[in-house]
């Protein structure tokens, strides 16, 4: 992949597993790119490193830029078991196989946040009739 430095807006090279790079065009992307590549100055600060008065460049820190968390997508390994069921899943529902995936985390993450918000109500209603509950406990 000799220009994979010169690419253009829209343009990729993707691999499936055991297959070799292709080039694609994309008309969308879902990381950030800013519109410019950094200067020299903030190249090194993203890298973590700065330059002494002696001229010597040390190591402060690994960074992890902001954008990267705040919006850069996550790769998301699955068995090929797995791949196939969310392969025909999407194809059932004449979706994608992220927008399927998408879904199933939202849901995922709504069933913890329920389940959490009934154990903090019932400890609190635990807590107040404690008394309550140990006679019942007692007959």
């Known amino acids: 992949m ?22 694609i065009a994309a008309p969308w992307c879902l990381s950030y790119h800013p519109a410019s590549p950094p200067s020299a100055e903030e190249a090194l600060g993203l890298a973590g490193v700065r330059p002494t008065d002696s001229g010597v460049v040390l190591a402060v820190r690994r960074v992890v830029s902001q954008w990267y968390h705040a919006g850069m997508g996550m790769t998301l390994r699955t068995s090929e078991k797995q791949t196939e069921a969310l392969r025909r899943q999407a194809l059932a ?12 985390i939202d849901e995922y993450i709504e069933r913890r946040a329920h389940q959490t918000e009934v154990n903090a109500v019932l400890d609190k209603v635990i807590e107040r009739e404690r008394g309550v509950l140990r006679r019942l406990a007692d007959t």
């Open 2 to 23: 000799p220009d994979i430095s010169r690419l253009r807006s829209g343009n990729f090279y993707v691999a499936i597993e055991r297959e070799a790079f292709r080039r």
């Open 93 to 104: 529902e004449g979706r994608s196989m992220q927008a399927v995936a998408l879904s199933a």
